[in-house]
């Protein structure tokens, strides 16, 4: 009999991460690997996509997979910036509306692949492509900023409303970014919905078994619904600290997050399969890939050589888990 | 007689601890049908799949055309010249007809572009069986029986001299299966030999030369069909009595807690018919019903439909007077029915810890506020258990690392949290080994005796005999037979589910 440990897929996740610090620690760059600043910028790096490798988690869970996400973030935060500054909507109310704004492109996805049925990859392949549009509508193709042209004609400009400089803050002497604090929270309250939360538990019954999960009365079509909507409103928040950082709405940005998440979590081991995974694992994948980035750019790898390393580095990882999962049984 | 074309000599296979073929000797001389009859279970289908190359390993002989030989695959036996039409349909859905067809026919001079060819050799072989099929069309699409006799033309097609068939004519209406019967008519003159399994008297004593019987792994005998009476032959597959349980003590009993009034089932792959018709059955508390009935009976879709999980047709169902809706098996079991299903794919989420699995259906009771009380959660899973003694190394390990018997149990045990007043049981016992059976019988007396109406349908005769009050046998989708426990009868219930008039 195989003996089975609960926290083996943790310690696997935590494997690659280790070799990626590992080639930090010994390709350094003359100590430049060791400057706080550097893990500093890690941490800043990778906060907005890990927030949509969060929501990506819960529903890679039901064994499905929301390629809208980094669309989504995109119209997010043209929203976000519009409500802002344009249109003068104060913080909160802008807020609400842009997860509002969110949690409805989640609950179309989610409608299009639990009720119509559609493949979770079609579904959200076309909220990807809607949602782009839609943002790029929207800001009439430009980005939007604190200058804009009214109706009349005439050229406005504002300040920065200070909600941009609050995401953005930097908080305990400026090592931590607000936007970390934000993935972190995020994170936790993914962790809560999966761990603790009868959702949570209904989320991994679906993904592992969708048959069973209904003869044992899970309703399955909300479930996989709400996973979606969950998604949707986490990528809504990362759109709103991804203006926030970048002080204006852009309609291109968020391009190709959506892969980037995937690939956070399934380093960590979440299988696409269903079933199985969680946020923990997807944080230890979100830094590996972090790392990964940031190792190599210090030492000097153009960014054609940073794309085929990661894309090879990311099959060797997770054929590594796989092996070891099957060995654990 | 002809020499044998195949025998089986002194074969045996286990798998773990159950032996499913105990030292059996058969073999099939040309131009004749012998039949293997036997119970589900009794060891069938391993047979055919030793003949067919499917299982390589075995004890004892296999001899072909007079030498010994080892299959190590199905396309060795395809070599040696035999051909098996198995009951689950192995065709490709989203291929075409003539693709399917001509598929395995690889090594043919057409058998890569030559589409007119290609055509015009799948039409013939749809003609040879009078099949009503457009050669382009996606098997998928077309219903069920057309699927069954395509499968069959494609093993026809080999020119094998031994032909298995398993049940096919389980999917097929009566003018089909005459067709079916004029081809193996054909085959045996051309000097053919054809093992065939079947469930229904009628084409047993239409087709068989001999009959062999086989139960529990064993044969029970070997004889020429015309010496074999029906009633012989249903007393060598049902075996000996079993010393059944002592009637359950009539109570002063409340009206029915459970009613399924005229229910229907429609099948949708062959539109019209139903899979099953116009049941109706009523259940008082601690009452066991059983269903019995062969593969194609409807006996299963029954218990889906009452439950909610097969979209039924017409008919209402009701657990002590609420209606139950159609469709939502949550609703069902909020109302007290809970379903065993037998597949044991859908009745435990393998990738989830025992506690999870054991909860799953009554997570409601377990959560506040939609939050999991994990320590209530453990408390129950942990009871339980230990009062179905599943063998786990933790509540904690994923269901889908326990044995297959012990993974039944944590389906058993997910019904039980939840409380429920009516319990359908789906052949609980499938493919558990003796002991967990003997686990399970006990576990329904019980649930039985203390109040719980319980629907059970079983693929084994002794089971429902053993354990239930009343029996009611389908046949094809309609009520054939319904038994009190003072008259069950092994005859009759056989009788009535293989079709004869009762």
């Known amino acids: 009999m195989k003996r089975l440990s609960f926290d083996a897929p943790l310690a696997h996740a935590v494997v690659p991460l280790s070799i990626v610090l590992l080639l930090g620690c010994i390709f350094h760059q003359n100590g430049a690997f060791f400057a706080w600043e550097t893990h500093r910028a890690v941490l800043r790096e990778i906060s907005v996509v890990g927030i949509l490798a969060c929501g990506m988690t819960l529903v890679i869970v039901t064994a499905g997979i929301d390629l809208s996400v980094g669309s989504v973030l995109g119209l997010s935060a043209v929203s976000f910036a519009l409500f802002t500054m344009p249109w003068g909507l104060g913080a909160a109310p802008s807020i609400l509306a842009v997860l509002v704004i969110g949690a409805i492109a989640g609950l179309i996805s989610g409608l299009l692949v639990a009720r119509a049925r559609l493949q979770p990859f079609v579904a959200t392949l076309a909220m990807m492509v809607f949602a782009r549009g839609l943002a790029k509508q929207l800001s009439e193709g430009r980005k939007v900023t604190t200058s804009w042209l009214g109706a009349d004609g005439v050229m406005r400009s504002i300040e920065l409303p200070p909600i941009y400089a609050a995401i953005d803050a930097r908080i305990l002497g400026g090592n931590l970014s607000m936007v970390s604090v934000i993935f972190a929270a995020c994170a936790a309250l993914c962790w809560v919905v999966l761990m603790r939360l009868r959702l949570g538990r209904q989320l991994y019954a679906v993904g592992g078994n969708a048959e069973a999960a209904r003869l044992a009365g899970v309703p399955v079509r909300s479930t996989i619904t709400l996973a979606y909507v969950l998604c949707g409103l986490c990528a809504a928040i990362a759109g709103i600290c991804q203006a926030a950082q970048e002080t204006h709405g852009d309609p291109e940005t968020g391009a190709g997050y959506e892969l980037e998440a995937i690939a956070m979590v399934v380093l960590g081991g979440t299988s696409l399969m269903g079933g199985r995974g969680g946020v923990g694992l997807t944080l230890i994948g979100v830094l590996t890939l972090g790392y990964l980035h940031k190792v190599l750019s210090l030492n000097a790898f153009s960014t054609e050589a940073r794309l085929m390393l990661t894309g090879a580095i990311i099959v060797a990882a997770v054929l590594f888990q796989r092996r070891m999962a099957g060995r654990d049984g | ?502």
């Open chain 2, 1 to 502: 007689m002809s020499a044998p074309l195949i025998e089986l000599r002194g074969v045996s296979k286990s798998f773990g601890a159950t032996r499913a073929l105990d030292r059996v000797s058969f073999d099939v001389r040309a131009g004749e049908v012998h039949v293997l009859a036997g119970e589900n279970g009794a060891g069938k289908s391993t047979l055919i799949r030793i003949l067919s190359g499917v299982y390589p390993d075995f004890e004892g002989e296999l001899w072909v055309g007079g030498t010994a030989q080892r299959f190590r695959s199905p396309q060795d036996a395809a070599r040696a010249g035999i051909a098996t039409i198995h009951q689950e349909l192995s065709l490709i859905g989203a291929m075409s007809v003539t693709d399917n067809l001509l598929l395995g026919q690889a090594g043919r001079a057409y058998h890569l572009i030559d589409r007119r060819r290609r055509r015009a050799a799948a039409a013939k072989m749809l003609e040879r069986l009078a099949i009503d099929a457009d050669p382009d069309a996606a098997v998928e699409r077309l219903p069920l029986g057309t699927r069954q006799l395509i499968e069959i033309a494609r093993a026809l097609a080999l020119d094998a001299r031994v032909i298995v068939m398993d049940e096919p004519t389980s999917a097929l209406g009566e003018s089909e299966s005459e067709r079916l019967f004029d081809r193996i008519g054909a085959l045996l003159e051309g000097g053919a030999g054809v093992v065939y399994i079947s469930h229904r008297l009628e084409e047993i004593y239409r087709l068989a030369h001999r009959i062999t019987v086989l139960r529990d792994g064993a044969r029970v005998l070997t004889a020429d069909a015309k010496d074999l009476l029906r009633a012989e032959l249903i007393r060598a597959m049902t075996g000996a009595e079993l010393a059944a349980r002592g009637a359950r003590e009539a109570s002063a009993r409340a009206e029915a807690i459970f009613r399924v009034d005229r229910l229907r089932v429609d099948d949708h792959d062959r539109p019209g018919r139903a899979l099953v018709r116009d049941v109706s059955f009523a259940l008082e508390q601690g009452e066991v019903l059983g269903v019995a009935g062969l593969e194609g009976s409807g006996a299963s879709e029954l218990l889906h439909a009452a439950f909610g999980s097969v979209a039924r047709g017409t008919g209402s169902v009701r657990v002590a007077n609420e209606s139950i809706q159609p469709s939502s098996p949550g609703h069902a079991i909020r109302h007290g029915l809970m379903l065993l299903a037998s597949d044991r794919e859908a009745s435990v989420v393998k990738s989830l810890g025992v506690a999870a699995n054991l909860a799953l259906s009554s997570l409601g009771a377990f959560s506040r506020a939609g939050f999991i009380d994990r320590r209530r959660e453990h408390a129950a899973a942990r009871d339980m258990v230990a009062r179905l003694s599943i063998a786990t190394p933790s509540l904690l390990t994923p269901a889908g690392a326990l044995s297959g018997g012990n993974q039944q149990k944590v389906a058993f045990g997910r019904c039980l949290l939840a409380r429920p007043r009516v319990l359908l049981l789906d052949d609980p016992t499938r493919g558990i080994d003796v002991g967990a059976k003997a686990h399970v019988y006990s576990l329904i007396d019980e649930l039985a005796r203390d109040g719980l109406a319980i629907v059970l349908r079983s693929t084994e005769l002794e089971e429902l005999l053993t354990l239930c009050d009343r029996i009611l046998v389908l046949f094809r989708g309609a009520p054939a037979l319904e038994l009190r426990r003072d008259g069950f009868s092994r005859e009759r219930i056989l009788h009535a589910a293989m079709g004869g008039a009762s």
